[in-house]
Each structure stands twice: as C-alpha cells, then as structure tokens.
C-alpha cells in the first residue's frame, strides 16, 4: 500500500486536496495509514473528541494540521518528534493549528524539542494525560486539557 504523499511533494498535495483530487478518508480509513512503516499524511472528513483519544493510542507521533480548510493526519513513521521531520514542517508551516500527539507510554508533555520548534502562538500536544497549550516559552497552563477540550480537575 502506497502512502497518499508517496510521490507528491506537500505542495501538490495540498493544491489537489483543494482541487478534490485527493480523497477524504473516515478517521477509521485514515488511521489504518498511519504506522511507524512508512510516512503518510491523510485527509479526514470529520475528526471528534473521541478520535483525539484513539490517536494517542497509535504506535506513532501524529500531527494534525488545518490547512486551506481540510483536516490532515501525518506521520513521520517515528515515535518521537514528528516536528523534525522536514515534510511535517512543511505541512505544519501552512496549518491554521498546530497540534500532534505523545502515544501512550511516551512522554506525556510536551518535550524540550517541541518547546524549541514551537512559536508565539499556541500549540498543542495530545498525550494519555489530556491535552496540553504551550509555546516557546512553556506551558500555557500547568494543568492539561482532557480530550472533550474542557479543564481536567488536579
């Protein structure tokens, strides 16, 4: 099975997802394309409180990026830092929102990488903790988000 970006450079991806080349996948179909054996980026049609959840229990780091209105999945295939990965910076560097997930039994803040590649403007990392907003100079909250976006009780 080939990865939707096999042969496309991110910005001919994100051109045919606005010309509706490329597909829109259910967050079912769409996971099934995001292991630790090769990279992918996926379009989703809808993405719920609940499918955050199911994302931190993948075997991989995912990003989710908003770009020109269509919510994108991807990986670099790795467990760690998603952000160093130059395509994933590429697609991050044109999202609206910058979020990717911590999977279970990883770190479940965010990592002194995520803080360095971070900007002003607030992220967020999505681990089995809850969710948590940061930027470049740290959290945003010390206590995290749960998966529904509203405040976890210490």
Do not use: W
């Amino acid at each position: 099975m080939s990865s939707p970006l096999s042969e496309r450079t991110v910005d001919e991806s994100t051109e045919a997802s606005v010309a509706g080349e490329t597909p829109e996948y259910t967050f079912g179909q769409a996971v099934d394309h995001l292991t630790k054996d090769y990279a992918a980026a996926v379009i989703v049609s809808s993405l719920s409180a609940a499918d955050l959840r199911q994302l931190v229990k993948q075997n991989v780091e995912i990003g989710i990026a908003v770009i020109r209105g269509k919510i994108v999945l991807f990986t670099s295939a790795s467990k760690d830092e998603l952000r160093m990965n130059p395509v994933a910076q590429s697609l991050l560097a044109e999202s609206s929102i910058i979020i990717h997930t911590h999977p279970e039994g990883m770190r479940t803040m965010p990592s002194a990488m995520d803080y360095q590649m971070a900007g002003s403007a607030t992220e967020y990392l999505i681990s089995a903790d809850g969710v948590y907003a940061y930027n470049h100079d740290g959290l945003i909250s010390n206590t995290p988000l749960d998966a529904d976006y509203s405040c976890r009780t210490p």
